[in-house]
């Protein structure tokens, strides 16, 4: 317990109250006296400062963590794990204890990168979780390193057959496809066209695509004739 009093101290040295307000403002579902205020390019500094140090790895022991930052901080010091099956099992353990969008989008290991294979099963097993977050996590990833090269029409399956009621999987669903669609239009169209989405994810992503710069004027016009 030490060393987890040692890092919120270390938290609480870089307080920012006005950017707390702010955070929570973004953060809703987090009550306001759990966050300390620090901001994410201070958090990420103190996460390389410290991701081999021995206080790190003890304090990523504890769980649950108390406060946001703290949260926070521990999914930026799995973020720099350097072994697959040691980043795997840090991310696996700590997935049940988030309670909150920004802390599992900010979760974002760089090792997945080199290990495509082994990741896209841990995938499917991340999607099919009834857990909100690692629900979410597991499509965030999806559409960070499978919708580029790595990209297979199979692979859209995963987040469409997720039927949920919780908002934060369905906007993750619909921010998805949106991506999908700026990046693999020929095959996620037909997503659209013949309506597989639920109705308010459908809309969503529609709204979404229409937002992004990467998808042309023509297609967006298209998209707003299938709301």
């Known amino acids: 317990m030490g060393e987890k009093m040692e890092m919120q ?22 009550p306001r006296e759990l966050f300390i205020g620090v901001r994410v ?26 406060y ?8 930026l010091l799995i973020s720099e794990i350097k072994d697959y099956e040691k980043c795997v099992a840090a991310v696996e353990k700590f997935l049940p204890y988030v309670d909150n969008w920004a802390v599992c989008d900010l979760l974002s290991p760089k090792v997945f990168q080199k290990h495509k ?29 499978f919708l ?8 859209l399956e995963l987040p ?5 009621d919780e908002y934060y999987v369905n906007m993750m669903i619909a921010w998805y496809f949106a991506t999908a669609l700026a990046k693999q239009w020929d095959a996620a169209i037909p997503y ?21 710069y990467r998808i042309a ?8 004739s299938l709301k």
């Open 192 to 212: 659209i066209e013949d309506r597989r989405l639920d109705v308010w994810v459908h809309n969503k992503t529609i709204q979404k695509a229409r937002e992004s």
């Open 160 to 164: 469409a057959r997720v039927h949920s």
């Open 217 to 224: 004027e023509e297609r967006k016009e298209y998209l707003k």
């Open 9 to 30: 101290n270390r938290l609480f040295e870089l307080q920012d109250k006005k950017y707390a307000d702010f955070q929570y403002k973004l953060t809703p579902t987090v």
């Open 148 to 155: 580029d090269a790595d990209f297979k029409e199979e692979y």
């Open 41 to 66: 390019p201070k958090l990420r500094a103190l996460a390389k400062s410290y991701s081999r140090e021995k206080e790190a790895v003890e304090f990523m022991q504890v769980l649950p963590h108390h």
């Open 68 to 75: 946001y930052d703290e949260n926070m901080l521990h999914g």
């Open 117 to 145: 294979q082994e990741l896209i099963q841990k995938i499917r097993e991340w999607i099919a979780s009834a857990h909100t977050y690692t629900c979410r996590f597991g499509m965030k990833m999806l559409m960070s390193h």
